[in-house]
């Protein structure tokens, strides 16, 4: 992984999910790199879907495929997907359907901050293609509606060093910007 913000974020998301040996996880929007298939314990059993590098290929704009709809998971990933879903309600719904008893849904999702100053806070370069922008009361509504509850959010927080000029010293030396808002879903 080149991007150390990124390896951050994605490392706070699994352990938000608290993925366990013998577990199965779904990882939707997995991309090529099946990047949060190589920080798992290695006795998971992963299923990865995108359109183009999961382990199944499909565009989950149509929602879940057939192949994974009668299987149940104890994870399900979202990772800085959902965002990007014209019909996110649909999927999580179908979702919740594939979760174990005790299954967990863990969606991180870009902070408000990170969509508006992207470039100039995280220095990634990514292309902000992003249909949807979800603040916490717009992930309670859409958890409430999906008969889901949230049981942790956590965010992936960056501090920044105190800004001086000659003629004035800011101490910002606290954390004030979120990258990204991790939540733990369960039914």
């Known amino acids: ?29 997995c991309g090529k790199d099946k990047i949060i298939k190589t920080l798992l314990p290695k006795d998971v059993e992963y299923t990865g879907i995108d359109v183009e590098g999961g382990d199944i290929t499909h565009d989950l704009e149509n929602g879940l495929p057939r ?44 902070s408000n901050n990170r969509i508006l100053y992207g470039d100039f806070f995280n220095g990634i370069g990514e292309e902000i293609t992003h249909i949807h922008c979800f603040r916490k009361t717009n992930m309670r509504n859409l958890v409430r509606i999906c008969k889901l509850r949230i049981v942790k959010i956590v965010g992936t927080y960056v501090r920044f060093p105190p800004l001086s000029h000659r003629w004035i010293a800011l101490p910002m030396n606290q954390t004030v910007y979120t990258e990204v808002i991790i939540y733990r879903l369960e039914k």
């Open 1 to 29: 992984m080149k991007n150390k913000g990124i390896k951050y974020r994605i490392n706070k998301t699994i352990s938000v999910g608290n993925v366990s040996n013998g577990e199965t996880v779904l990882d939707l929007g």
């Open 67 to 110: 192949e994974v709809s009668d299987k149940k998971f104890d994870v399900v990933f979202l990772n800085e997907f959902i965002e990007h879903i014209e019909h996110f309600k649909t999927l999580l719904m179908e979702c919740r359907e594939v979760l174990s008893e005790k299954g967990r849904i863990i969606i991180s999702t870009p």
